[in-house]
T-cell receptor, first 112, second 115 residues
Framework: QKEVEQDPGPLSVPEGAIVSLNCTYS??????FMWYRQYSRKGPELLMY????GNKEDGRFTAQVDKSSKYISLFIRDSQPSDSATYLC????????????FGTGTSLTVIP | NAGVMQNPRHLVRRRGQEARLRCSPM?????VYWYRQLPEEGLKFMVY????????ESGMPKERFSAEFPKEGPSILRIQQVVRGDSAAYFC?????????????FGPGTRLTVT
């Protein structure tokens, strides 16, 4: 079983839609949860990070962590064509020796 | 404040040659991570270094691969005697010591092609 599972998509939505991206994980020791956005042939860009369970909002983006279900989500409101990219979840813990575990990424296209 | 720098951006090597990938972390960052990304796959951890120390190299193949982060200068990922299977995008990330050590910032990557 992979440490982190992420639906690869592709996901295609109309402009203005609410997008939901999700990851599940198996290691209950994970404490820090990150979302990255990666444009084609570019490096991943840190979007948001969350510690432990709960919600965090930043503009049109909301990150949710449910540690009891080992499930994290990223919501994008009022999606824009510029949001078209691959979204990677990542997680780590003080106990995992600073190793970061990434999902395979979900490809998102927002259609104007 | 410049971001993470990587060079070269593209590297073509013939089988059996050596590849050297360089990474300069963000200013003030003392932690460097190297990842490999293959098409349709996620980022795979290779090695984690701090200045002059390899902290965790559990993700790096035992043969042909090595990494260093000297006191002065960039971190270097070296691949000796490259094979076609080494073709991939290699990303470097950096973070700083302290409470935000988990915030990693990535460079643009080096795309290695082995012919």
């Amino acid at each position: 079983q992979k440490e982190v599972e992420q639906d690869p998509g592709p996901l295609s939505v109309p402009e203005g839609a609410i997008v939901s991206l999700n990851c599940t994980y198996s290691n209950s020791a994970f404490q820090y949860f990150m979302w990255y956005r990666q444009y084609s042939r570019k490096g991943p860009e840190l979007l948001m990070y969350t510690y432990s369970s709960g919600n965090k909002e930043d503009g049109r983006f909301t990150a949710q962590v449910d540690k009891s279900s080992k499930y994290i989500s990223l919501f994008i409101r009022d999606s824009q064509p510029s949001d078209s990219a691959t979204y990677l979840c990542a997680m780590t813990s003080d106990l995992t020796g600073n190793q970061f575990y990434f999902g395979t990424g979900t490809s998102l296209t927002v259609i104007p | 404040n410049a971001g993470v720098m990587q060079n070269p951006r593209h590297l073509v090597r013939r089988r059996g040659q050596e590849a050297r990938l360089r990474c300069s972390p963000m200013k003030g960052h003392s932690h460097v991570y190297w990842y490999r990304q293959l098409p349709e796959e996620g980022l795979k951890f290779m090695v984690y270094l701090q200045k002059e120390n390899i902290i965790d190299e559990s993700g790096m193949p035992k043969e042909r691969f090595s990494a260093e982060f000297p006191k002065e200068g960039p971190s270097i990922l070296r691949i000796q005697q490259v094979v076609r299977g080494d073709s991939a995008a290699y990303f470097c990330a950096s973070s700083q010591t302290g409470t935000t050590w988990y915030e990693q910032y990535f460079g643009p990557g080096t795309r290695l092609t082995v012919t």
